[in-house]
């Protein structure tokens, strides 16, 4: 009798699992797929003079110069302060351009982001492009810019906030912080790989 018990119990929590472990497979995939590829995106910005224009595209902008991307959230405070130390460090624009990226769409406005990141009477204020629409929009293939089956932020690893990374003019992440806290030394690391991937 044990036995049998033991052995609907057995098969009442793997039927009941299963559907989690399918999630879980399907996010591992999901993961693998943007491992595997490289991908670009075109985004609309904030709108205003500093963003340069209504939709970014970023393989212009790598073509140009290598990119740090930043992605942020209104309410973290480690978006905050890597914003003022981007902002506060004369970063050379030639060098590399950065660009701030909304992480949250589903949870937080674009009129949020505009106040925290877009206002220049913000301490938070980004005079460089921010782009919003990454977890609604998808993300192109980099070699043939077709649509993938990938929202902008699934393609790029579901990156948590804040994460800077820098990307190459193929598309390839080249370096990526390790600190949740601005790091001037970090930062002067990514200055110092995009000046020789510049060369």
């Given amino acids: ?43 609309p910005t904030l709108g205003r003079d500093v ?53 949250y769409g589903n949870f937080e406005s674009e009129d949020k982001i505009m106040q925290v990141y877009g206002n220049n009477s913000s301490d938070h204020y980004s005079p460089w492009p921010v782009v919003t629409g990454a977890h609604s929009r998808l993300a192109l293939d980099f070699d043939t810019r077709e649509p993938s089956e990938l929202s902008v932020v699934e393609a790029f690893g579901n990156l948590p906030t804040p994460s800077v990374i820098l990307l190459d003019k193929n598309g390839n992440i080249v370096w990526e912080a390790t600190s949740y806290w601005y790091s001037a030394d970090q930062l002067e690391e990514a200055g110092e790989i995009a000046a020789e991937l510049g060369d």
């Avoid at 609907?8 to 399907?26: H, N, P």
Wanted: net charge negative; aromatic share 6%; glycine share 6%.
């Fill in 51 to 103: 963003d340069g224009v209504s939709m970014l595209d970023l393989t212009t902008e790598l073509e140009q110069q290598p990119v740090l991307l930043f992605w942020v959230s209104s309410q973290c405070q480690g978006c905050h302060e890597w914003t003022e130390g981007i902002r506060d460090n004369n970063l050379n624009y030639s060098v590399m351009q950065p660009i701030t990226i909304h992480r």
């Fill in 1 to 43: 009798m044990n036995k049998v018990a033991g052995l609907l119990l057995t098969l009442i929590l793997l039927s009941s699992s299963a559907g989690c472990l399918a999630d879980e497979i399907q996010e591992e995939l999901e993961v693998e797929e943007a491992e595997d590829n490289r991908f670009t995106f075109a985004l």
